[in-house]
């Protein structure tokens, strides 16, 4: 009968190959069947006479025993033992006799029972003759005489019993040793000849599986290959027939599809590629090997390209290794903007990259769009050079009010009422409030402009936080907070400005201070590769979610803000700007009602010109 499907196919495969590995395991068993009767018959048989033949002689010996002792003191003791020790020799001696299995064995028996026969009857005449002296009695003549040579006799015969019975166990233990022998040279055989005859059925039973299997794998590589007019010819009427005629039905199917939409798909990339290349800001898309797939007009432009560069790798084209930094990792850099001299000008541009991933979460290709924001940074720039104009023509008056204020409010100018000198001290507050406004204005214009000088050097990290916090302490201690500073190891390096790093550090503290009523302040140090961190933390009120976006922003303050009139909201822009200046990043962590911890980093020394790149 012949098998039509594939299941039938490797079924009969399985049932012929147990059916063998059965055989062997039962022949397998037979022979150890075998062994263990041969190695029962040694240990059980034999043993028993072997147990016999040392039973009977510690049994005579001890009679012999006796006899010493009714020559040396005439008691009746002596013959007691005698009497017992007869009855054990008798009975080992009626085992022996009945497990009788070796040729010759019933002989030495028939012996043992004669002499010992004798040894009994010369006992007789041995216990009734007087006992006289140890050497010249009728007892000593009888036992030298008679007693002793039967003894000797017996112990012999036992000897010769015990060793045919060993001798016997070796010759069966070596015929066991041949059974097991042969037992292993035969499975060997037939585990070969199992091993051979399976090997040439699986290479059969594979071929016929796997002939139609591999004509139906040459047809679906030239269909990959969009060879759609390729059919699938499987002599099959199993499993793999019907697949392959699966497969055929599918391929007609696809040429009508590739027909339908050829057409189709031809319009779309015109389509996109028209999208792509309407857009003012210039655009770039890179594969996973960095080499250009997608270039708009106005990147061409920007960069002056002329000629087609489809499938050319990025650096190859575009002399931007700022830009391929930010291609290679999207995620690396915080700062996304770059300079960009075109036409003797210089133009600012912000960088946008994003990696496309598909369903599958596989890296696809990277898309990066240049955005010019020049005017932008024209107009900031124009922004900050105002502030900054306003800030110093404001310093002035302010001062002048302050000094009149204050010797106002001192009565210099005369004796004031109650009333006058509240009206006078608010508005002191606020000359004052607005003066540090001004100071912070100045300072951030500075920074921004690029004026104000940065005095790098390598600094000790741990000293400048010690220094920083001794101001605090007091004022810690004063609303019952307890400030820490967790030194990690000694000897932190940083590339910093000393001034600048101690006035963001203060800044963080005072702020934890001013925003937490009791609990306690930790600031801590540590190295991170080639950068350094410092964190302040606290458990006062927390920020809320949607001030952490927005904290380091000018003017903005958390929404839990209990005095409206505290700070300026410049201290933490100032921060970002300082550590920025410095190549650092700042941020906070914080949930509402558990806390806050500032972080901020900068290069390690000996590592500046590395995290300058």
């Known amino acids: 009968m012949k098998i039509k499907t594939l299941k039938g196919k490797m079924l009969l495969g399985f049932a012929v190959m147990i059916i063998i590995i059965a055989g062997v395991v039962g022949w397998s068993i037979y022979n150890f069947e075998i062994l263990s009767s041969a190695i029962n ?15 009977m002689v510690e049994a005579i010996e001890r009679q012999d025993s006796a006899l010493l002792l009714l020559i040396r003191a005439p008691e009746d003791r002596g013959q007691e033992i005698f009497r017992r020790n007869e009855k054990e020799f008798y009975t080992w001696l009626a085992r ?16 043992i029972n004669d002499n ?62 041949s059974r097991a022998n042969q037992a292993i ?34 047809g679906i590589k030239k269909v990959a290959d969009r060879n759609f007019q390729q059919k699938v010819e499987v002599a099959s009427e199993d499993e793999i027939g019907v697949l392959a005629d699966e497969f055929n039905e599918m391929i007609s199917k696809l040429q009508e599809y590739e027909k339908l939409n050829v057409k189709k798909l031809l319009m779309e990339k015109e389509k996109s590629e028209a999208v792509v290349n309407n857009l003012s800001s210039p655009l770039i898309v890179t594969d ?14 920007l960069f002056s390209i002329k000629q087609d560069v489809i499938d050319t790798h990025f650096l190859e084209v575009i002399q931007a290794e700022e830009i391929f930094e930010y291609i290679k990792n999207p995620n690396a850099k915080e700062k996304n903007t770059f300079k960009l001299k075109t036409n003797d000008k210089k133009r600012h541009y912000r960088i946008s990259t994003n990696q496309v991933i598909d369903d599958a979460e596989e890296y696809q290709f990277t898309v990066t769009l240049l955005e ?8 900031d720039n124009m922004k900050s050079e105002f502030v900054s104009t306003v800030s110093h023509e404001f310093r002035t008056p302010l001062t002048s009010m302050n000094m009149g204020l204050s010797m106002v409010i001192n009565e210099d100018t005369g004796e004031l009422n109650e009333e006058q000198r509240e009206l006078l001290e608010a508005a002191y507050e606020d000359v004052e409030r607005l003066t540090e406004l001004v100071n912070d204005l100045l300072d951030l214009s500075k920074i921004e402009s690029g004026k104000i000088e940065m005095e ?4 000790d990290i741990n000293d400048i936080i010690e220094k920083t916090l001794n101001p605090f302490y007091k004022q810690a201690e004063e609303k019952e907070i307890e400030l820490e500073f967790k030194q990690s190891e000694d000897n932190i390096f940083a590339w910093a400005d000393p001034s600048k790093i101690s006035w963001v550090i203060s800044n963080l503290v005072g702020n934890a201070l001013r925003y937490a009523d009791e609990g306690k302040i930790g600031v801590s140090a540590e190295v991170k590769g080639r950068r350094v961190l410092v964190s302040v933390a606290d458990n006062g009120p927390g920020i809320p979610k949607e001030y952490q976006s927005k904290i380091f922003d000018k003017f903005v303050r958390a929404g839990n803000d209990k005095d409206e009139k505290s700070g300026t909201g ?32 900068i290069p390690r020394f000996g590592y500046q010109e590395e995290d300058n790149e």
């Open 372 to 379: 010019d924001i020049t005017r932008l940074k024209e107009i």
């Open 96 to 111: 022996a006799e009945d497990n009788i299995t070796i040729e010759g064995e019933g002989e030495i028996l028939s012996r």
């Open 570 to 601: 410049l201290g933490l822009a100032i921060s970002k700007e300082i550590i920025t200046a410095h190549n650092g990043r700042i941020w906070v962590d914080s949930e509402e009602g558990e806390g806050s911890t500032f972080s901020f980093y």
């Open 41 to 55: 018959d040694i240990m059980v048989e034999n043993y028993r006479s072997i147990t016999a033949s040392d039973s």
């Open 456 to 459: 790098f050097d390598k600094v």
């Open 185 to 218: 040279i035969y499975t060997i055989v037939l585990a070969l000849m199992v091993i051979i005859f399976s090997l040439i059925f699986a290479i059969y039973l594979t071929k016929q599986i796997l002939r139609p299997i591999k004509e139906l794998e040459k």
């Open 288 to 301: 996973q090997d960095h080499k250009i797939v997608l270039i708009n007009e106005a990147a061409k432009e």
């Open 116 to 177: 010992y026969l004798n040894f009994v009857s010369s006992f007789d005449n041995f216990y009734n003759a007087p006992a006289g002296t140890n050497e010249t009695g009728e007892r000593w003549e009888i036992y030298n005489e008679e007693l002793l040579p039967t003894f000797t006799e017996i112990k012999n015969d036992i000897r010769e019993l015990r060793e045919i019975n060993r001798q016997e166990m070796v010759n069966a233990q070596q015929n066991a040793d």
